[in-house]
């Protein structure tokens, strides 16, 4: 197994979770399951639950979350993740995560400036995330440059990006995209939520003719197919089948698209399979072991890509991803066992 196998890159959050945040949600106009951008309204609320909750610190950021699941599955050495944070306390808490679990920290580095953090409002099984960026959408293209990450992008086999990052970063995104189509190496997007495919279409769209695997929740593909005007929004096959079905730069390798719906089957569609989607059922986690679903979608997706890139079919790789997902339900927010068990 090659080192560096995988580079992945998007938005480093520290997370500040609270649970029965029921007051919160009401007091914020949050939705109890959802992710967005905190707007000047939601401004107070990290000084608020800091002061008022007992909250928990874990490490975060959608894509990051999915490189320490990787990193959970491949062998040492074989993970790498980048993204941009501040010189604080909390990126420092971020990079010691990182260590613990075998993911390498590339991170580009704002001197002066905060990290960004997530706001993780629990109830029952719900999580609504508000996330304020700060030195994270100052991620700099010429970050790719500099000979460590460069290093890292050129020996990586995949590349995987959260769909948040194109908030601000698709031009980085782009970059490394069109290297990896150019190297017929595999560019994986998450879709990461609904107001991505809805309010970043423009970037999107610029980027999925570059994408090999496609990965997302059945509430980021109904907001996919809303925002393209597909006849069906609540089919989930036909809007996996409508984005393997999107032009491809790199035809030497098959659209693979993955769409989760929580506790109920994954669909998978491929290219080379267009006509047959195939559905996995979940082992539902039962009722009692379920703590909170903070990054059970990450997880998944660290899971699946690393099992791919052990060489495994895409059905077992789907059975690895389902198995991480169940893995950090049952932890607090996005967190897998350790001891390691084998998955
Ligand atoms: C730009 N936004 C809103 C975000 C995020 C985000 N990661 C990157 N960018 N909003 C929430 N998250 C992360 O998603 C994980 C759960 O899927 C949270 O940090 C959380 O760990």
Redesign the pocket.
Known sequence: MPTNSLFAF??P?L?IQVTNGEALLKKYNLKPND???AEEAHAPIYDEIAANYAVAY?A????Q?AARAAAYVLPPESVVFSGAVGDDDLAKQLRAANDKEGLKSAYYVLKGEKTGA?A?VITGHH?S?V?T?RS?EKFNKDHLSTPEVASYIDHAKFYYC?G??L?HGVESALEVAKKASLASKVFVINL??PFIPQFFKAQLDSLLPYCDIVIGNEAEAEAYANAQGLPEPKNLPAIAQAIASLPKINPSRPRIVVITHGAESTILVSSEDIKNPKEYPVNKVPDDQIVDT??A??MFAGGFVAALILGTSSSEAVEVGHRLGAMCISQV??QLKWPKERV
């Open positions: 998007g938005n959050l997370d992710a967005i951008l874990v975060g950021g959608a894509a979350n997530c993780v999580r995330l996330t960026l994270a959260e948040y990052f908030t990461s939520a903070n990054g979608g990450d927010g996005p």
